[in-house]
């Protein structure tokens, strides 16, 4: 996104927040986070040391990270995902169960540290791109190359232009990113294979997924919980059912395999699916299914599909526990 859409979102946010910050400040935010009740599953990606928005506007910093989990542990009853799942609340404070999505070594380096010093689960959602000779994922090639890369490029037989929010588009306008996100894997490789080289490795806490060892690790932690989150981070919606059972069952095994725990549950990426996703994902043999939020009116009726919430980047912790609990921004 371009710098002017950051600042406007930093301003909307802060401005939407003061009121919040000053109840905060006079003390009388702790009642009401005690008197809370409900649940909900908060929405990660990554946490890197500074500058969270250079990429991927979903990341935050590690010192904000562990301001949210010092108000988690101080108002909220965090659950593990199967809990979570199976709707073991507490009558007595407000549910939380944290899940982070994409699978970024910065969520073992970084997260995982944490989590087990605060002692809070978690549920990882990775892909499967280790399983098939890539450690990034395709949309964080794109990031790098909004950053870094030359003006005109050539993907797949088509000419795309830089503008001026960095983003390569046609000479039509239509942007590459959503051209790629509907086309299958092996559009998306041609792309990776010329913008790679703008992933620098002094910046790799941005992009970097989690390798097999890793993996290993944090499966072995008694805070951590491994789903899936597809083999290539496609949109599953543009594929048939026939090819979200493939490739969900292909990362099932390789996670599993990598694990030696079995995964139960999927979280679909960008948040997009249809009711063939859902059968074809319980087919595959998932029964725990997350969305970021329901899509459709009959989606709560669906059994084994729960919803999530997003974080929002731009606010402090104090007005992220507001918005979590009241489950809008």
Not at 38 to 58: E, K, S
Not at 81 to 98: A, Q, V
Not at 143 to 167: E, L, M, V, W
Request: aromatic share 14%; hydrophobic share 35%.
């Amino acid at each position: 996104m371009s710098g002017y859409y950051h600042t406007i979102q930093r301003v909307r946010s802060r401005l939407k927040g003061l009121g919040n910050d000053w109840a905060g400040i006079t003390g009388s935010a702790a009642s009401g986070f005690r008197a809370a009740r409900g649940h909900r599953m908060l929405v990660y990606h990554g946490v890197c040391n500074r500058d969270p928005q250079r990429f991927n506007t979903l990341f935050i910093t590690e010192r904000v990270f562990e301001k949210q989990l010092r108000l988690y542990k101080k108002y909220c009853h965090l659950l593990n995902p199967d809990d979570y799942f199976n709707g073991r609340f507490s009558t007595e404070r407000f549910n939380l169960c944290l899940s982070f999505d994409d699978g970024f070594a910065n969520n073992y380096t970084t997260v995982l540290p944490l989590l087990e010093k605060y002692e809070v689960p978690a549920i990882f959602f990775v892909t499967g791109a280790r399983a098939v000779g890539y450690d990034v994922l395709w949309n964080d090639v794109l990031a790098a190359a909004y950053r870094y890369g030359p003006a005109t490029i050539r993907i797949n037989d088509i000419s795309y232009a830089k503008g001026g929010d960095g983003r390569y588009r046609t000479a039509g306008g239509e942007c590459l990113s959503d051209i790629l996100r509907r086309s299958p894997f092996a559009a998306k490789k041609e792309m990776i294979t010329q913008l790679k080289r703008y992933c620098r490795q002094s910046e790799q806490e941005y992009w970097l997924q989690m390798n097999e060892s890793q993996l290993t690790a944090l499966a072995q932690s008694k805070w951590a919980t491994v789903g899936c989150h597809s083999l290539h981070h496609d949109d599953l919606a543009g594929m048939t059912a026939s090819q979200v059972k493939e490739d969900a069952a292909k990362a099932k095994t390789y996670i599993e395999r990598i694990t030696g725990k079995p995964v139960q549950a999927m979280a679909f990426p960008y948040g997009s699916y249809n009711i063939e996703i859902l059968h074809a994902a319980t087919e595959a043999g998932f029964s725990q299914l997350y969305a970021d939020r329901f899509l459709h009116c009959d989606d709560e009726a669906f059994p084994g599909l729960r919803d999530r919430f997003t974080i929002n980047p731009f606010i402090n912790p104090l007005n992220q526990l507001y918005a979590t609990i009241r489950g809008h921004y």
